[in-house]
RNA sequence: GGCCCGUUGGUGAAGUGGCUUAACACACCGCCCUUUCACGGCGGCAUUCAGGGGUUCGAAUCCCCUACGGGUCACCA
């Protein structure tokens, strides 16, 4: 058993071919098979190496490897069409010689002009086979004027072709609809049906898993597989992925590759997870897996048939559950790229406590974040100065009479602290709220917003720990100066007290 | 326009003739937990399976038609 999946490198890996792929390994691991990763890259000017690069890149970020392929190799290659065209010359100048391909000469505007008009007159447009009888005289005629032609396969199906797709089942087409289409292109490059159905056939496909809309190219498929004398391998459509408007995905509905989704903040683990959950029903309720332990159940009946929409809240949802639950390396490994671009961390950690101390952050924060992006933003005030004090929480936390003054007895206080952990700080702090009568929230909010210049994070103690001693009480006297200096002139605003207010 | 595929809630979906007064998950709305947020827990959210006809004792599940959505008709893959 053996599968393949065959990306072009004319741009990023969009995220419904990372799907596609996965149901490829998915299938190859299910029977114990052989995963192929193949590059068809016969399109000269629309391939590019670059996106070849981020292609191979993004596999190996997410984890994905395939048992032969460009980088890996196998038994089977190259595995690169471009460097395997001599050998579709070859097998053209067989399909020619046994009278199964020709030489078309006509111009692109003769056969434009003709499909428009059977496109006019309500049917399907098919070519009229005007070089299919050209004289070997007329060929060199041809040939002398300088035309480079194109190559057709000659189509001579009378009865209905009928496909078994292991998806949709049955799936009849009728001979009306197929023509002699082209295999080689003037350039001497082979068209995408050529090409890939040589590679299917020497490189032993025996399941082709791919889009679905590949279904309608499929006919032309079974025709060459015939013509080359090979039977067809088995033929899975797999369902398209959809924008939430039900349009087909595009750059305008933003994020579309796994690329953009890793610049975004989102971990390959999520990524995948979710790409499974798409058009795929797991047979129990779990929603939470590894790709390999989903492979020991896969089954193709499972695949729905109808497209699905990418929903990016539940993708988020995703990975919020991987941001906590991975191992911390694992976060801290993705979360570089980002801190450093933050400026947060050194590209190498000048001591181990500072990487330590970076870890016990991240961790802290991490579990009411969603992505890597949210991450970087939760941990800004363990890296840099408050910049401002959240709107909100200065109304309601800030504003209070004696806020300023609590804040400095409780910086007083916590001064004189020797050993600062979470218990020493708490039992200093409720001390403080204990003797200044109030209670806890009328000391607990104000500080938050004094010490991260928020309303949300981590808890309390927390915070202080990972910030230090100094910077915490730096900042508690600092919050206090501010409020002072901003709570002069009118500062009549009664706020509502939702917290029992002092004795 | 021809051909092909599809259609269960805002979204992913379970469901393959009676066990369904349609699972589960995301989102949303309440409540609880909590110093905040998040996590977690509990509850609510489709009188109905695009619409209409049939078949059947019985249909989301089988058949037909209509509507809608998508794919494809390239010297792109």
Redesign the pocket.
């Known amino acids: 058993m053996r599968v393949r999946f065959?990306?072009?490198p004319?741009g990023e890996l969009h995220i419904g071919g990372l799907r596609t792929a996965l149901f490829n390994l998915l299938f190859a691991r299910r029977h114990c098979g052989r995963a192929i990763l193949r590059i068809?890259d016969?399109?000269r000017e629309?391939s590019r190496e670059e996106h070849l690069m981020s292609i191979l890149e993004s596999f190996s970020w997410l984890g994905l490897t395939f048992d032969e392929g460009p980088v890996q190799g196998g038994p089977y290659g190259p595995y690169r069409q471009s460097e395997r065209l001599a050998l579709y010359r070859d097998v053209l100048d067989k399909l020619v010689a046994e009278g199964k391909a020709y030489p078309c000469y006509c111009?692109?505007e003769t056969?434009e002009a003709s499909?428009k008009e059977q496109?006019k007159a309500?049917?399907?447009?098919r070519y009229a086979g005007t070089c299919r009888h050209l004289t070997p005289e007329e060929h060199a005629e041809k040939d002398k004027a300088g035309i480079r032609p194109?190559y057709r396969l000659k189509v001579d199906r009378e009865e209905p072709l009928v496909v078994h797709d292991l998806i949709?089942?049955k799936?009849?087409?009728?001979p009306d609809?197929l023509d002699d289409f082209?295999i080689m292109?003037?350039?001497g490059?082979p068209?995408?049906?050529l090409a890939?159905v040589i590679d299917d056939a020497l490189m032993k496909i025996t399941h082709i898993l791919r889009a679905?809309?590949?279904?309608?190219?499929t006919p032309r498929h079974v025709l060459l597989f015939e013509a080359l004398g090979t039977t067809p391998p088995q033929f899975a459509h797999v369902p398209?992925i959809?924008a939430k408007d039900?349009?087909?995905l595009s750059k305008r509905h933003g994020a579309t590759s796994v690329e953009a989704f890793r610049d975004l903040g989102y971990l390959p683990e999520a990524l995948v997870n979710y790409s499974l959950?798409?058009?795929?029903?797991p047979p129990d309720?779990r929603?939470h897996f590894h790709w390999e332990e989903l492979a020991k159940t896969f089954e193709l009946?499972?695949v729905?048939?109808?497209?699905?929409?990418y929903?990016t809240?539940?993708l988020?949802?995703m990975n919020?559950y991987y941001m906590?639950t991975l191992p911390l390396e694992r976060i801290f490994e993705e979360a570089r790229p980002f801190l450093i671009k933050a400026g947060y961390v050194d590209r190498t950690f000048t001591s181990d406590d500072e990487r330590s101390l970076t870890l016990r952050r991240i961790d802290a924060v991490r579990?009411?974040v969603s992505t890597l992006l949210e991450l970087v933003d939760g941990l800004a005030y363990f890296y840099r100065p408050i910049q401002s004090y959240d709107e909100k929480g200065v109304r309601k936390h800030f504003s209070k009479p004696d806020v300023a003054a609590h804040l400095r007895r409780a910086a007083r206080d916590l001064t004189a602290l020797t050993v600062w952990d979470l218990d020493s700080t708490e039992r200093v702090f409720r001390q403080t709220i204990e003797d200044l009568g109030i209670s806890?929230?009328a000391l607990?909010?104000p500080t938050?917003l004094a010490i991260s210049g928020r309303?949300?994070?981590?808890?309390?103690?927390d915070i202080m720990v990972l910030l230090g001693k100094d910077e915490t009480i730096k900042r508690m006297v600092e919050a206090a100066d501010w409020i002072e200096a901003h709570s002069s002139g009118e500062r009549h605003i009664s706020v509502e007290d939702d917290a029992p207010s002092s004795s």
Not at 122 to 125: A, E, L, V, Y
Not at 212 to 217: A, P, R, V, Y
Request: glycine share 8%.
């Open positions: 065959a990306p072009s004319t068809d016969t399109d629309r111009s692109a056969l499909r496109l309500g049917k399907t447009p194109v949709r089942g799936v009849v087409f009728q609809q082209v292109k003037s350039d490059t068209t995408y049906h890939s679905e809309e590949h279904l309608s190219n398209m959809l039900r349009s087909k959950l798409l058009g795929y029903a309720d929603e009946d499972r729905a048939k109808h497209p699905a929409v929903d809240d539940k988020r949802w919020a906590r579990e009411r806890g929230g607990i909010h938050r309303t949300v994070g981590p808890g309390l103690f």
